[in-house]
């Protein structure tokens, strides 16, 4: 008599937490958790990962990248399973002033010239570490494009502004030296589709960028859509 037995049973795989991280913070399982596995023939069952990144399709997007990390159990006899662990990457959350030492930030749907902003330096930031060329801004709620700055420099021309999402100030500089951009109006008009909106209207816009360490970043403040003034 020949009795044969097959172990056609998979090992349970449990994956660790989906964690939440800030660009730059360590990613690798050691810091995020590691999958633990079981087995009814095996007691040590193969455990092994793989990552899909993610990126973020829109630049105002809090989030930078998600990394779907796919934990697999492969017991001695070939049989494996799967689970997922989500790692949510964030960009880095700066400090930006529109029109600096202005308050409201009106914003004339007819306006010409430059638009004015400001990333802000900060005890944390030093805004030398800032990739100008990747600046872009645009709309919080991701409709229409973006847009690059004309030109940029280092002033103190700033303060930040802790209060409401939209409330501002007129302070300007605080000690810090800030990344002072220009943005084409007109330009920022159009593609950010801002002639949709009424006056009276705040608007977040976001500026959105690099770090020299690759680390990407957004910046939040808001505009006041002002009655449509032809300017000279």
């Known amino acids: 008599?020949?009795?044969?037995?097959?172990?056609?049973?998979?090992?349970?795989?449990?994956?660790?937490?989906?964690?939440?991280?800030?660009?730059?913070?360590?990613?690798?399982?050691?810091?995020?958790?590691?999958?633990?596995?079981?087995?009814?023939?095996?007691?040590?069952?193969?455990?092994?990962?793989?990552?899909?990144?993610?990126?973020?399709?829109c630049l105002a997007d809090p989030v930078q990248e998600t990394i779907e990390r796919t934990w697999v159990a492969t017991d001695a006899c070939g049989n494996a399973t799967a689970c997922l662990q989500t790692i949510t990457v964030l960009r880095l959350d700066l400090e930006l002033d529109i029109k600096p030492e202005s308050c409201p930030n009106a914003y004339n749907l007819r306006g010409r010239g430059v638009f004015?902003?400001?990333?802000?330096?900060?005890?944390?930031?030093?805004?030398?570490?800032?990739?100008?060329?990747t600046v872009r801004i645009s709309r919080q709620d991701c409709v229409g494009g973006a847009v690059a700055p004309l030109r940029w420099s280092l002033e103190d021309n700033a303060t930040?502004?802790?209060?409401?999402?939209?409330?501002?100030?007129?302070?300007?500089?605080d000690?810090?030296?800030?990344?002072?951009?220009?943005?084409?109006?007109?330009?920022?008009?159009?593609v950010l589709e801002l002639d949709s909106f009424a006056a009276g209207t705040e608007v977040p816009l976001v500026v959105s960028g690099t770090l020299m360490d690759g680390c990407e970043f957004i910046a939040t403040d808001c505009i006041l859509i002002t009655p449509n003034v032809q300017e000279e």
């Open 1 to 57: 008599q020949t009795i044969t037995v097959v172990d056609t049973t998979p090992p349970e795989v449990f994956c660790p937490s989906d964690v939440v991280v800030s660009c730059g913070a360590p990613t690798d399982p050691g810091s995020t958790g590691t999958a633990t596995a079981s087995d009814n023939c095996d007691t040590d069952p193969d455990v092994a990962y793989f990552d899909v990144v993610v990126p973020s399709s």
């Open 116 to 133: 004015p902003v400001s990333l802000l330096g900060t005890v944390d930031l030093d805004v030398t570490q800032i990739d100008p060329v």
């Open 160 to 173: 930040p502004y802790t209060g409401d999402p939209c409330g501002c100030h007129t302070l300007g500089g």
């Open 175 to 190: 000690g810090y030296v800030d990344l002072a951009l220009k943005f084409k109006h007109a330009e920022v008009t159009t």
